[in-house]
């Protein structure tokens, strides 16, 4: 896949993150407006995130405890509010497409590293799936397919053979389902189609 497919499927994923923040942060703003204090519950658990990370840092086991004490206290009013209100800790996250990666393409392993979501990958297979010209598979396959579009005539002299067409097709049909069932048998052997471009 070239780089410049890929690197467009993540410019869509950041004007969509950005989307997703962007409306979030609408929704907040007009649950600020309802019910205020839960304003000040948010703004005073990001400053106590912040002195969390300061405080582990600093190895300060007696002041992590008194912020964590806080932090569930808060975390409790605000769910009381939400709850008055119906609503959810959901109702004030952005609602990414994807909640894995949370609309970058990306996610973190638990050893640090980081690989491409699977909502990506499916997104480059669609792309190279689109082109491949493989799009009606429903409707062109192996149980749709109808030899008896082909001659039953055997004519050595016009098809260059000693069965008939449909007979060929019949046998080509059979060997494509051959390679299909041992697609993963390394010792398998492969196909090749060859003729003339524009020819089916």
């Known amino acids: 896949m070239a780089n410049s497919v890929l690197n467009s499927l993540l410019k869509e994923y950041e004007q969509k993150k950005l989307k997703a923040e962007i409306d979030a942060q609408s929704k907040k703003d007009i649950l600020y407006k309802q019910f205020p204090e839960l304003e000040k519950i948010e703004s005073n658990l990001n400053h106590f995130a912040i002195e969390t990370a300061k405080n582990i840092l600093l190895k300060n086991s007696s002041s992590l405890d008194e912020l964590n004490q806080k ?101 080509i049909k059979q060997k494509c389902i051959e390679f299909v069932q041992n697609f993963n048998n390394p010792d398998a052997k492969n196909l090749l189609f060859t003729g003339n471009t524009g020819l089916r």
């Open 71 to 171: 932090v569930a206290v808060l975390k409790q009013e605000r769910l009381h509010i939400l709850q008055e209100a119906n609503l959810s800790l959901d109702d004030l996250m952005p609602s990414y497409d994807c909640s894995v990666c949370q609309d970058t393409g990306y996610v973190t392993k638990s050893n640090g590293t980081r690989e491409m979501c699977n909502c990506l990958k499916q997104k480059l297979l669609d792309i190279s799936f689109n082109k491949s010209n493989m799009v009606n598979l429903k409707k062109e396959n192996f149980s749709t397919f109808n030899e008896n579009l082909f001659s039953s005539e055997v004519d050595i002299a016009k098809f260059r053979s000693n069965i008939s067409p449909r007979t060929n097709m019949k046998n």
